[in-house]
DNA sequence: GCCGTTTTCGGCCCGACTGTTTTCAGTCG
């Protein structure tokens, strides 16, 4: 059993939370949590490394200490100063510090003063009253325990970046409504395009903020105003979204997007450049002493710091900063680079357009070739084509493509790989086609070994050319089959097969680290949108946004290729 | 616990807001 990253991420962060009750020093607790973050992000696994012999302590934020800890954890699946640190931290402590406004002080003086075990005793001392009795407690601190206690009870996931869109949209109408706003941003992780979104960062500029905050907690949708200041507002939304707005000088709206776009680590880098060279860095400009030299633009403030404008994407201090640095950034792939979709249904399966309604919308989008890729004969929910009803498609597709003018319908398919790794309809209907996708439709629960092996075995048909969905994760719902990401790669490189960033907003898959370990492996990705209805060809640009934060550029594209190229690197 | 153009010790980002306080601790981002 090989631990990944994520659990090494996990232990971490759980003894950060434990040594900081203990009251530990606060940058050793910082510590551990970066190291937890740099390893959460990070593309090759940890585990492989050691393996192979790396030192881990050449990492950042990792230095002997912690690469002895990640060694010993590899090796024995345990962390024994977290075992013992938990021992002497109460576990209703740990608990109580998840509710908001209660960090580890507060917490310590209900679990001592009031015996408080758990989220229940904490919801009836609240409602009984006796902890606005505590010192440095009051009734209103009371009052917002027992509610929060209460959402804690119905924790919301993180909201899908296109969820948190939908609720952005008209947010943002409305701030650039408001008399003297001049602009409005949504910065945070929702800015950097990732996956989910904890909460809106809303940035807005205005000479006077005070008037404007007035107006923004006043939105229809608004159902709790947890803080309001002059220059900053949080604020509940009724479907549960927390939203904290910020209001700037239009002088410092530059200096403010980039410090609330984060990511923390990222800004804090960037601080450490400013501070190198004499600079102080933060939401309000950039100031040698008292002078303000910049803040108005983002570029403004990287220009400070000798940086070129990096992409929001890549600010999660994965090495951007660096490469930014040495004039290596990459030259991210844009929308208006791809040339074409390779994974859409159609109605012949479980899809609801035509083929040609397809194709007609793909060609209104600048799109040179799609493809139609039905799934095959084992989905038999989505009444999945035999060989003869997808004989019977390529000759529809061969007619088709007679009649159409500027775009080429590429033949495909979206075949089953079974559970042995064999595909699900014979070479000598696969081979009619311009390509083929594969996909694991079933068995998500077969351990490490056997599902890596089930690809492998599949990858070795001489007519597999596109993983779809690699890794079968379903955001929030459905977590990633178990399978050796880095032997899929390694054998998706030896046999010149391409793996798939699958474009749904539930899917996003290859993730943004699988994206970047592809690249770094030397094998290329292709975006797709898995289309099951001509709308569902917009969700494009959710897979450039994870493809540009696994920083892929045009030439790992493959459906940045023109048509002729493609039929060349697809057909192996 | 990490790290180094202030380099092997002594720093580590820092400002806003709240609630309970009469000047600030705790929490958050």
């Known amino acids: 059993m090989t631990v990944q990253n994520a659990e090494i991420a996990d232990r971490f962060e759980q003894l950060a939370d434990l040594l900081e009750l203990q009251g530990a020093n606060p940058y050793r607790v910082r510590a551990y949590r970066n190291a937890a973050r740099f390893i959460r992000g990070h593309s090759r696994s940890l585990a492989e490394m050691l393996g192979e012999g790396a030192d881990l302590a050449e990492l950042p934020g990792i230095g002997a200490d912690l690469a002895g800890k990640i060694a010993t954890l590899v090796r024995s699946g345990r962390l024994p100063l977290l075992e013992q640190t938990a021992k002497k931290v109460p576990a209703p402590l740990v608990e109580m510090t998840r509710i908001e406004g209660l960090g580890p002080k507060r917490a310590q003086a209900l679990y001592e003063a009031l015996q408080i075990r758990s989220l229940e005793d904490l919801a009836r001392a609240a409602r009984s009253g006796r902890i606005r009795e505590l010192p440095g407690f009051g009734a209103r601190t009371e009052q917002l325990i ?93 479907n549960g979204l927390q939203v ?55 570029a403004e403030v990287f220009a400070a710091v000798g940086l070129p404008v990096i992409p929001p994407e890549l600010r999660e201090d994965r090495g951007e900063i660096d490469a930014a640095r040495r004039g290596k950034l990459p030259k991210l792939v844009r929308l208006e680079d791809l040339r074409g979709d390779l994974h859409c249904h159609s109605r012949a399966t479980d899809g609801r357009d035509t083929i040609e309604a397809m194709a007609r919308a793909a060609a209104g989008r600048g799109y040179e070739y799609l493809s139609i890729n039905d799934h095959s004969r084992h989905v038999t ?192």
């Open 381 to 572: 929910v989505a009444h999945g084509l035999d060989r003869k009803r997808l004989l019977e498609q390529i000759r529809a597709i061969d007619r088709l493509n007679a009649r159409l003018g500027g775009i080429t319908v590429l033949k495909s398919v979206e075949v089953d790989i079974l559970e042995d790794g064999r595909l699900d309809l014979p070479d000598g209907v696969l081979k009619e086609l311009d390509f083929t996708v594969c996909a694991v439709h079933y068995g998500f629960g077969y351990g490490r070994a056997r599902q890596t092996a089930r690809l492998l075995r599949a990858m070795d048909n001489p007519y597999f050319s596109i993983l779809a969905h690699p890794t079968g994760r379903l955001i929030n719902s459905r977590e990633a089959y178990d399978i050796d990401l880095e032997r899929v790669l390694e054998a998706a490189r030896e046999r010149g097969c391409v793996m798939e960033l699958n474009a749904q907003p539930d899917r996003l898959d290859l993730d943004d680290r699988g994206c970047r370990l592809a690249k770094e492996m030397g094998v290329r990705v292709a975006i797709s949108t898995d289309a099951h209805r001509v709308a569902d060809l917009d969700l494009m640009r959710f897979g450039v946004d994870q493809a540009r934060r696994g920083w892929l550029e045009p030439g790992d594209v493959v459906n940045t290729l023109p048509l002729a190229e493609l039929r060349r690197v697809l057909r192996r």
């Open 146 to 238: 027992a509610q929060r206690v209460e959402r804690a009870a119905t924790a919301e996931h993180r909201l899908r970046l296109a969820d948190a869109e939908q609720v952005a949209r008209p947010l943002v109408a409305y701030l650039r409504g408001i008399a003297g706003v001049k602009d409005v941003e949504v910065a945070g992780s929702f800015r950097r395009r990732r996956e989910t979104v904890g909460d809106l960062d809303l940035l807005v500029s205005a000479a006077r903020g005070a008037k404007v905050m007035d107006r923004i907690v006043r939105y229809e949708e608004v159902a709790e105003v947890q803080a309001q200041g002059s220059t900053r507002a949080t604020l509940r939304l009724r």
């Open 244 to 298: 904290d707005v910020r209001v700037v000088p239009a002088a410092a709206f530059g200096s403010a997007l980039h410090y609330f776009t984060g990511s923390k680590a990222h800004n804090i880098a960037v601080r450490r450049m400013a501070m190198a060279r004499g600079l102080k860095l933060n939401e309000y400009g950039v100031f040698r002493g008292q002078r303000r030299v910049g803040g108005r633009t983002e």
